[in-house]
């Protein structure tokens, strides 16, 4: 079979994950007897450095031809003047809302081998297995007013978070239908006590409900999740939320699998649904790290189990995707670690490396 994929390493060490990513999507060509046809395009600050936008029109071209998007992280220190006119992350926001991309999965899981290189009590996160549903093109990050102005007083700005009730519906809907897949439970995270952005959510998530009489709805409020995922992470399965609770507690989140080198996320268009492809970004949850970028450090299997998400989610290749996430634990269960996740007895591998044993892993499957 033969798929258009765009990749977009943007900036820092989306450069050094993307590579490792794409080694390994075809080494899973070349045994499963597929192509990928892959076309790069700018996006973010080198994006801004070469065109003047974070988002060149020719990058959203390549993207919209394609059956997926990988990409790599945008931004870094280069660009992070507050008052410049338009920075990195824009184009990211950009991309996500012109295509659609409404729903982010992020993945949460532990692996046993890494349970001592934590900050937690192994009997705490030992088992973890849960999965946020982020709203992606509402919120805080969109809605308008959005400014900053001077008065006679001082600066003063301001930003909005502002949801409709379509908006609402449809990502508490993609909740629904992967708690079926799972425990049957899903729990909606809110501010409902204090803002009436949420409370117009909890009303929504409530009507939906009646939709999945099968499926137990639970409110919880941010702060008390936040609580929760240290205290207690495995009392959580699904989970869906609006876009700047979901953007804190999912790295909040990473920090129970050790690294956000090790958390995948896929930005969907649609429900996802077996046998059903669905146009989608794939990116590591991480940042761009730009003091460690091209150092041969940055830890790879965020952006590799996000191709992962891609094969199953865009490409319907389920085996395939099977193959990457079995490559990537038997990798882990012989030792190797990047720096990130080193731990006492085992073997420091560098970027490229940790791609290699993935890949080879995978060819040996």
């Known amino acids: 079979m033969q798929f258009n994929i765009a990749v977009l390493p943007g900036d820092g060490i989306g450069v050094d994950v993307c590579t490792e990513a794409v080694k390994v999507l075809r080494t899973v060509g070349k045994k499963y007897g597929h192509e990928f046809k892959l076309k790069e395009g700018l996006v973010g600050g080198i994006a801004i450095d070469e065109t003047g936008e974070p988002l060149p ?23 992070d003047d507050p008052n410049a006119k338009t920075r990195p ?36 996160i030992d088992g973890v297995d849960f999965i946020f549903i982020r709203e992606l093109t509402g919120g805080l990050y969109f809605g308008k007013p959005k400014k900053r102005w001077e008065t006679a007083g001082g600066r003063k700005a301001v930003d909005s978070m502002l949801y409709s009730e379509q908006e609402i519906d449809r990502i508490v809907r993609v909740g629904f239908e992967l708690a079926r897949t799972r425990g049957k439970k899903l729990i909606s995270v809110d501010k409902a006590n204090v803002l009436e952005s949420s409370r117009l959510w909890r009303t929504v998530a409530m009507e939906v ?28 399965d699904v989970l869906v939320t609006e876009n700047t609770f979901g953007d804190i507690l999912t790295d909040e989140a990473s920090m129970l699998a050790g ?84 731990d006492e007895g085992k073997t420091k591998v560098g970027t490229a490396r940790m791609g290699d044993l993935i890949s080879k892993a995978i060819e040996e499957k």
């Open 209 to 236: 409900a009646g939709d999945y009489p099968d499926v137990e709805i639970e409110h919880m409020l941010v702060d008390a999740c936040a609580m929760r995922i240290i205290q207690n992470p495995k009392y959580l």
């Open 89 to 124: 992350e824009n184009g990211l926001l950009e991309l996500r809302k012109k295509m659609g991309l409404f729903a982010n999965l992020r993945p949460v899981k532990v692996f046993p081998m890494l349970i001592n290189g934590t900050n937690l009590k192994p009997e705490i």
């Open 259 to 342: 690294s956000m080198g090790m958390l995948a996320s896929a930005s969907l268009a649609g429900v996802p649904q077996e046998g059903k492809a669905i146009p989608g970004l794939y990116e590591p949850i991480h940042g761009s790290a730009p003091r460690r970028a091209g150092l041969d450090m940055a830890n790879p299997i965020a952006m590799i189990l996000s191709t992962a998400m891609m094969l199953r989610y865009s490409l319907c290749l389920n085996e395939e995707a099977k193959a990457v996430e079995d490559a990537v634990e038997s990798v882990l269960n012989h030792g190797y670690r990047t720096y990130d996740i080193m």
């Open 57 to 79: 029109k020719e990058t959203l071209k390549i993207c919209r031809i394609s059956q997926a998007v990988m990409l790599g992280a945008v931004g870094g220190t280069k660009w």
